[in-house]
């Protein structure tokens, strides 16, 4: 086999503890290591230093890069644009590299092909074993069949400098990934799925973690501005539920109306639809899940919740993006 290229790892990070869990793994990963590991501190206003020392053998070759709260795109960039590897693997800083990560990672780069702009690693996320999981565990394990994830993707230093890296206008941890991968192939590149493995632990989070993720129907807009209306296919990403938030989202307002208008049959009427969506939505989420009290509290809350603010988010990303254009790459 041909030797493997060299790599630089790049991790954003807002300081989150389990970032010294990623740099052990990655430091006990050896047999091809990086070249260096960029941590990128995209903490708004540090306080207290990074976890650093937990890199172990890894320690004298791990720097830091501050971006000041810009975003994971924008930390990305920061990070990639500081390296003179072949290769920028990124990783999140809430995952763990197997121990055969490097190995494997060596096979992935040294069998690319000349036009292959990025490889993707597998990521397995655990679940309970005693219980079913709850709607966030399950979205987390979503990943697991997830396209181009930034959670561990490889992509060749050239095709991020071609395409001018990361769009820093998606500002959370949503749809960068995607973009970018459609813009690399886009470029001509290939990309492909390797043979490397990484977990992706579930992280802890409270009952709204699902009302605060529909600020990513904003960034569903902009990928539509950017890359026309047929991006999920191309992109391999799931539709949601936004049309059914809609309508549900639809009738309540209907019902409002027609209460404040005196109108007491059609508001009955556009209230029985609103009731039956929200019931239809929260069962959808409670039916897989581990049926606990709290569980089932916390699906009923967010599931009446979530519609509205779907589409509001969504309202907001059309008037936001309505300008947006393409990001040019370097020629």
């Given at each position: 086999m041909t030797a493997a290229p060299g790599y630089s790892v790049v991790i954003p990070t807002i300081g989150r503890p389990c970032l010294a869990d990623c740099l052990r793994a990655l430091a006990a990963a050896g047999g091809h290591p990086p070249e260096e590991v960029v941590v990128v501190d995209d903490r708004p206003a540090p306080v207290g230093p990074l976890p650093l020392d937990a890199a172990g053998v890894l320690?004298?070759?791990?720097?830091t890069v501050r971006t000041g709260g810009r975003g994971p795109a924008a930390a990305r960039n920061a990070g990639w644009r500081t390296v003179g590897t072949p290769w920028t693997v990124f990783l999140d800083d809430d995952v763990q590299v197997l121990p055969d990560w490097s190995h494997r990672l060596a096979e992935?780069?040294?069998t690319a092909g000349a036009r292959t702009g990025g490889i993707q690693g597998r990521l397995t996320v655990p679940l309970p074993g005693d219980r079913r999981p709850t709607d966030f565990e399950r979205g987390t394990a979503g990943l697991e069949r997830a396209a181009w994830a930034t959670a561990d993707m490889a992509y060749r230093t050239a095709a991020l400098r071609r395409t001018g890296g990361f769009d820093e206008r998606f500002r959370r941890a949503f749809r960068e990934d995607a973009d970018l991968a459609l813009r690399v192939r886009g470029a001509g590149w290939r990309l492909r799925r390797g043979r490397r493995t990484t977990r992706h632990p579930v992280r802890p989070a409270d009952r709204w973690a699902s009302v605060r993720a529909q600020r990513g129907n904003a960034d569903d807009v902009l990928m539509t501005r950017l890359h026309g209306r047929d991006w999920w296919t191309r992109a391999e990403a799931p539709r949601g539920r936004l049309p059914r938030h809609a309508l549900v989202t639809?009738?309540?307002?209907?019902?409002?109306?027609?209460?404040?208008?005196?109108r007491r049959r059609a508001a009955g009427a556009a209230g029985g639809l609103w009731a039956l969506g929200t019931a239809e939505f929260a069962l959808a989420r409670i039916a897989p899940g581990p049926r606990t009290p709290p569980e089932i509290a916390a699906m009923l809350a967010t599931s009446v919740l979530i519609p509205p603010l779907a589409v509001r988010h969504w309202i907001d990303g059309?008037?936001?993006h309505r300008r947006a254009r393409p990001l040019g790459g370097t020629p």
């Open positions: 320690r004298g070759r791990t720097r992935d780069l040294a639809a009738a309540a307002l209907t019902a409002l109306g027609c209460t404040l208008t005196g059309l008037v936001r």
